[in-house]
């Protein structure tokens, strides 16, 4: 079990299978890109699936999210997929991606044993996706969504960060569109996570703006907190149902309380939040000969020491050191 000094159990854990992507999202990286981990750094596919063997059969992990970067550009990605479904107990296994290559991965991700997606699209616009990404590949992320949804791997979530002066008026045009297409969208706050720092409180667009937007369009009804559980998302039921929306407020509302995480990033560290600042490094544990009861203490320990919260809420914030891209999200 891994469990901290508040109560807190961690059940689903995140992996970040790379640091790269093939876009450049303005709230993530600068245009030129980042330095990437060299090759060595990583963890291989052999290490990923011991260590994720390890936190589903001794350490409680039900719930098991690859990440990146974007993870469709790891090129072992469907064999990890496959060896963690025949794990036992099984763990629920679930990615989130730019969509750009989701066309072509959908149906062997499912047949691998893939339980469901999550696709990043901030916008409806094929422009306004250009400024976003600095990249021209809207089609490719609308093409992959579908593909998703005819492969079976639903339900399919759709994350939106809304921006300034950018994408801030499309919160109604969106929900419309993914409840036309049986997606279930979920809005962001924009978070501290860009290489750059350059993320402001101010002016950002917080969850009360995107609900006022959306009720502009949409009757709302609150889905409660008994549904929610430790889930990052506040859910509304739009129209009477079945359809629903949730935001995620990480900035204005923290759901630190309740939450079941813990992370693991692309060259072997382990996380207990995502803006945390310290790592506990299991890839050295791994790569010097220690047995799996060895890294299973050193992961215990370290979500024992997992702080009540994010920081998010404390004027004098910093932003973790490594960019999200080499976290994971």
């Not at 089609?139 to 969504?145: A, T, W």
């Amino acid at each position: 079990m891994l469990i901290d000094t508040f109560g807190r159990v961690a059940t689903d854990l995140r992996v970040s299978l790379t640091d790269r992507c093939n876009l450049r999202c303005t709230y993530c990286m600068p245009e030129e890109g980042l330095q990437w981990l060299a090759k060595p750094d990583l963890l291989t596919d052999d290490e990923i699936v011991r260590l994720i063997h390890l936190a589903v059969t001794e350490l409680g992990i039900t719930e098991v999210r690859f990440t990146g970067g974007e993870p469709l550009l790891r090129p072992g990605l469907v064999g990890i997929v496959e060896r963690c479904a025949a794990l036992e107990p099984r763990p629920t296994l679930s990615l989130t991606t730019n969509g750009i290559g989701l066309k072509r991965a959908a149906p062997a991700l499912k047949a691998a044993g893939l339980d469901r997606v999550n696709v990043s699209l901030d916008t409806l616009r094929p422009d306004v996706f250009k400024t976003l990404t600095r990249r021209d590949r809207h089609r490719d992320v609308i093409e992959g969504l579908h593909a998703a949804r005819d492969a079976g791997l639903t339900p399919v979530k759709v994350n939106s960060v809304l921006m300034p002066g950018l994408n801030d008026d499309e919160a109604p045009e969106l929900l419309a569109w993914a409840v036309e297409h049986d997606y279930e969208l979920r809005f962001i706050e924009q978070m501290p996570l860009d290489a750059q720092h350059g993320w402001k409180r101010d002016g950002m667009i917080t969850a009360g703006d995107i609900l006022a937007s959306l009720r502009t369009r949409f009757t709302l009804t609150p889905e409660g907190d008994e549904q929610r559980g430790s889930a990052p998302a506040e859910r509304w039921v739009v129209d009477g149902g079945p359809h629903r929306v949730g935001v995620i407020a990480s900035v204005t509302r923290p759901f630190c309380r309740a939450c079941d995480r813990t992370r693991l990033t692309a060259d072997g560290q382990v996380r207990t939040c995502l803006f945390a600042r310290e790592e506990t490094d299991l890839r050295a544990a791994l790569r010097s000969g220690a047995p799996d009861r060895e890294i299973a203490e050193l992961w215990r320990t370290a979500m024992w020491g997992k702080k009540a919260g994010s920081g998010l809420d404390d004027p004098s914030f910093l932003q973790p050191e490594r960019p999200m891209s080499a976290i994971g999200g």
